[in-house]
């Protein structure tokens, strides 16, 4: 089925992609729940439809039981069969960077950032291997600082320099295989915990041709609040939320600082509490669209990174992708999640979108 403009839909743009690692990420080992395969996630989001209306594609973790970082061609080929089977493509990836996926600490020792830069290496060569096939006509490779807080917090400025070091090689690599890299700002990475920190190690690496910034709206619905560095707070903590009108202030002063870097988004609802499970660290929440406790009017709070301070629709993010991550299996097993989610990403694209002629 190819999505088409409608009255109740008039935009085709930016495209509307899921997210297929929530199926692995805190899921498998001992007291966690098991992993959900690849191409159960895909079934799930290819059988999603609203309004005559259905997802474009999915963005993909790098790793097993997904995709391994070490596929063959062969492996990469049967992947975009089985995603373009369902009238699916792929858009941005995630490169395995961490300790426990093979990487290591962009702020380590010379052999822990052997290991970060080996999986941005492999990342990029997928996915340039994959818009060679042709299932992968936009995205990113998204990547971290893979160092925690804690790790960073014991020397800010040794630290935050080895990671910008680190991303100017990356960014090296990524010009090799002519993709681009961006940095997902999430409160549990150190040197990107907070809006500043982020500003900060993205001029110090000071290539935005090759890394950008990957904003997700419940970690950054977080860094308003400080929560893994106070003094960059811009709510108190005991803000008012029903004071509409000073949240926007505060989106908007955030915004102002990141969305000249962003090149990746991702459309999510957070209820100001942070969520761990696997060997993934606490982090923003992602709640349900409808979630009676989310702080973020999704579709209006999109428009702070989708449109210029003059109001103007930004084409910089040719897709945008939902992010469920460690959703319980039960709620990604129920068809009308990813029916609410869908509708919820269908009014991002409403609010904010455009029409372009693709051939995809």
């Known amino acids: ?11 085709l743009f930016p495209r509307l992609h899921n997210a297929g690692w929530p199926g692995v990420v805190g899921k498998g080992g001992e007291d966690n729940e098991p992993a959900i395969d690849l191409d159960t996630m895909l079934d799930l989001t290819a059988a999603a ?7 474009d594609g999915v963005d993909l973790f790098l790793f097993d039981p997904h995709v391994s970082i070490d596929a063959t061609d062969k492996q990469l080929e049967d992947l975009a069969d089985r995603v373009r089977s369902r009238g699916l493509v792929i858009g941005s990836v995630v490169a395995p960077v961490w300790p426990p996926t093979g990487g290591g600490s962009a702020a380590g020792g010379p052999k822990q950032v052997e290991a970060f830069l080996t999986q941005v290496r492999k990342g990029c060569q997928i996915a340039s291997k994959l818009r060679e096939i042709g299932i992968r006509p936009y995205g990113v490779v998204r990547l971290d600082s893979a160092t925690s807080v804690s790790e960073w917090m014991q020397d800010p400025e040794a630290n935050q320099s080895r990671i910008a070091d680190t991303f100017k090689a990356a960014c090296d690599i990524a010009e090799e295989y002519d993709e681009r890299l961006a940095a997902e700002g999430e409160i549990c990475w150190g040197g990107m915990h907070s809006w500043r920190h982020m500003v900060d190690l993205l001029t110090r690496v000071g290539h935005p041709e090759r890394l950008g910034f990957q904003a997700d709206m419940a970690h950054t619905l977080l860094y308003l609040m400080g929560y893994n560095a106070p003094d960059d ?15 926007n202030e505060a989106l908007k002063q955030m915004t102002h600082e990141l969305r000249p870097w962003t090149i990746d988004f991702h459309v999510a609802q957070n209820d100001l509490t942070v969520h761990g499970t696997g060997s993934h660290d606490k982090t923003g929440r992602h709640c349900l669209p409808e979630d009676p406790n ?16 003059h109001g ?3 084409h910089t993010c040719r897709h945008i992708c939902w992010d469920g991550c460690m959703f319980p299996n039960s709620v990604m097993h129920k068809p009308e999640t990813w029916n609410s989610i869908l509708a919820a990403m269908l009014s991002v694209q409403d609010a904010h979108g455009w029409n372009e002629n693709i051939h995809v």
Do not use: Y
């Not at 089925?1 to 935009?11: C, G």
């Open 1 to 11: 089925m190819t999505n088409a403009i409608t009255s109740e839909h008039p935009h």
């Open 49 to 55: 439809e609203v309004d005559g209306r259905k997802f």
């Open 233 to 247: 707070a811009i709510l108190s903590a005991d803000f008012d939320w029903s004071n509409t009108a000073k949240k």
């Open 294 to 309: 989310g702080k973020l009017d999704i579709a209006h709070d999109a428009g702070f990174w989708l449109r210029d301070e």
């Open 312 to 314: 103007e629709v930004l």
